[in-house]
């Protein structure tokens, strides 16, 4: 749901973002307004794909059947990269490729809920964010963080994935958007993405309409970075995919060892052991 105080007015030089108020479009009809690159980059009046912004990565699909490549922001308007050069006449349609945007939905909105979690549950301010191709990061503003807390909010954003919680973007004031995670980016008119009860935040990516779209959400591992703790975590198919490619891992290596599953950590300790007492002894 998309609440705006005003109607949105787009100049005829700009790009009109039609993911900034329905990130479920697939399908679009726009016009050519400009042409670079012998017609393989083009400019369009409105479009539904999203650019490389906020850490989160472009949309792909095809522009009047040709396969889009890359999609650049350059301010007032988007930069659509093509695979072949675009066809001749102005009238074009647009189509997203749909699994790829829902990924990066999960997972931006999965961002989202753990950011909110790790700063009013633990007071874990986050201070930066990448959403890459198979996992995605968050920095955390500590330079450890304990075992124990990563699985209390990974358990505490799947219970709210499960409830679940409306996502809704407004159009709003800087001065008059109260409750922001972080401060507001700039002044003037913010996009403000709200999980109800849980988070507020300014933001210009595509986000799934509530918690449940989530999926799930599962926190891989952790790096400290200069005085920061980096956390690697994964949403909805990623995470069925990594816990399964986890579970294959475990069961290889039980079967090589000749161990139950269950026995595996045992028999390495024990294997270590060994290997220490047997170096120590040369």
């Known amino acids: 749901p998309v609440v705006s105080r005003a109607p949105r007015r787009y100049h005829v030089s700009m ?24 017609s393989r980059t083009v400019y369009l009046d409105r479009t539904a794909f999203y650019p490389t912004s906020g850490g989160q990565l472009f949309d792909t699909g095809t ?9 650049i922001d350059e301010g007032e308007r988007i930069a659509h990269v093509l695979a072949a050069p675009a066809p001749a006449g102005d009238a074009v349609a647009g189509a997203i490729d749909w699994a790829r945007r829902f990924d990066h939905m ?3 909105t999965g961002q989202h809920l753990l950011s909110a979690i790790f700063a009013d549950r633990f007071r874990l301010d986050t201070v930066s964010v990448h959403f890459g191709a198979t996992s995605s990061t968050l920095d955390l ?17 799947n219970a709210a994935i499960m409830e679940p919680y409306a996502v809704t973007v407004s159009f709003e004031d800087a001065s008059a958007a109260p409750g922001r995670r972080k401060s507001p980016p700039r002044e003037g008119e913010l996009r403000i993405v709200t999980i109800d009860v849980l988070d507020l ?6 986000h799934v309409r509530s918690t449940a779209g989530i999926g799930a959400g599962l926190i891989r591992r952790t790096e400290r ?4 703790t980096r956390v690697e975590f994964v949403c909805g198919l990623r995470a ?3 816990a399964r490619a986890d579970h294959e891992l475990v069961t290889a290596l039980a079967h090589a060892l000749g161990v139950a599953p269950v026995e ?9 052991e060994e290997l220490r007492a047997a170096q120590g002894a040369r």
């Open 240 to 242: 069925v995919r990594s």
């Open 225 to 228: 970075v200069r005085k920061t």
């Open 15 to 38: 790009t009109e973002r039609l993911y900034y108020t329905d990130a479920y479009c697939r399908t679009f009809d726009a016009h050519i307004v400009d042409r670079a690159n012998d």
């Open 201 to 206: 935040s300014a933001c210009g990516g595509t």
């Open 106 to 108: 999960q997972q931006h």
């Open 63 to 71: 522009l009047a059947g040709v396969a889009v490549t890359d999609v």
């Open 264 to 272: 595996l950590v045992a028999t390495t300790s024990a294997l270590r």
């Open 141 to 157: 503003d500590a330079e450890s963080i304990p075992v124990a807390t990563l699985l209390a909010a990974e358990e505490l954003a």
